[in-house]
Nanobody, 124 residues
């Protein structure tokens, strides 16, 4: 089992950048692939990016490819999401999630554990 906690969300101006962190507790962290999702009120969670257990493989949604970068530090049990060139439409609650399976899984129902989310607001 693994527990996840997101941090780093805040108000940022359009065109700015922001880095989110997903800190994990539990000895099984290296067994999980980790993904980032986001959600706005009234909409389903949107898959953004996913990283394999060793960081060798990453997958991105088309909507963020080239602007968002996912990475992980297993020694610190943390996964990061670096977000560049932020737009107002990136405003959302951002979540990290853990999955024991391998591969580019984008369906939120396939994920085993979730954090509580961190709010990102992009506005001038």
């Amino acid at each position: 089992q693994v527990q996840l906690a997101e941090s780093g969300g805040r108000l940022v101006q359009p065109g700015g950048s922001l880095s989110l962190s997903c800190a994990a507790s539990g000895r099984a962290f290296r067994s999980y692939e980790i993904a980032w999702f986001r959600q706005t009120p009234g909409k389903e969670r949107e898959f953004l990016a996913r990283i394999s257990w060793n960081g060798d493989n990453t997958y991105y949604a088309d909507s963020v490819q080239g602007r968002f970068i996912i990475s992980r530090n297993n020694a610190r049990q943390t996964v990061y999401l670096q977000m560049l060139s932020l737009k107002p439409e990136d405003t959302a609650t951002y979540y990290c999630a853990a999955d024991r399976e391998e591969g580019p899984i984008t369906d939120e129902d396939e994920y085993d554990f979730w954090g509580q989310g961190t709010q990102v607001t992009v506005s001038s």
